[in-house]
Nanobody, 125 residues
């Protein structure tokens, strides 16, 4: 059974930092593209960041570029999202996703076969 478990969310003040982790019990994790998405209340789920199988290539949404960093440790089957200089508009539930059919970094929602349950990130003073 495929399982993705996110952790590291919480309440942080504007300008602060958080590091999200996603522990993946996914077959062939080391060859799977991985991604982070988020969903704010009343909004559609949106792409945040993605990383290819080796960690050598990443893509970010314009809204987080320069502030967030996605990385992975294939030995630990874990993907991370380091979030710096957080803003109130970053408040959302953050979801980890796995695209085992694709080794590339991909923004395409349809490429992702497995999703975590999400972790809440709230940026507020």
């Amino acid at each position: 059974q495929v399982q993705l478990v996110e952790s590291g969310g919480g309440l942080v003040q504007p300008g602060g930092s958080l590091r999200l982790s996603c522990a993946a019990d996914v077959r062939d994790f080391s060859t799977a593209g991985m991604g982070w998405f988020r969903q704010a209340p009343g909004m559609e789920r949106e792409f945040v960041a993605t990383i290819n199988w080796s960690g050598s290539f990443t893509i970010y949404s314009d809204s987080v570029k320069g502030r967030f960093t996605i990385s992975r440790d294939n030995a630990k089957s874990t993907v991370y999202l380091q979030m710096n200089n957080l803003k109130p508009e970053d408040t959302a539930v953050y979801y980890c996703a796995a695209a085992p059919r694709f080794a590339i970094a991909t923004e395409d929602y349809g490429h992702y076969d497995h999703w975590g349950q999400g972790t809440q990130v709230t940026v507020s003073s």
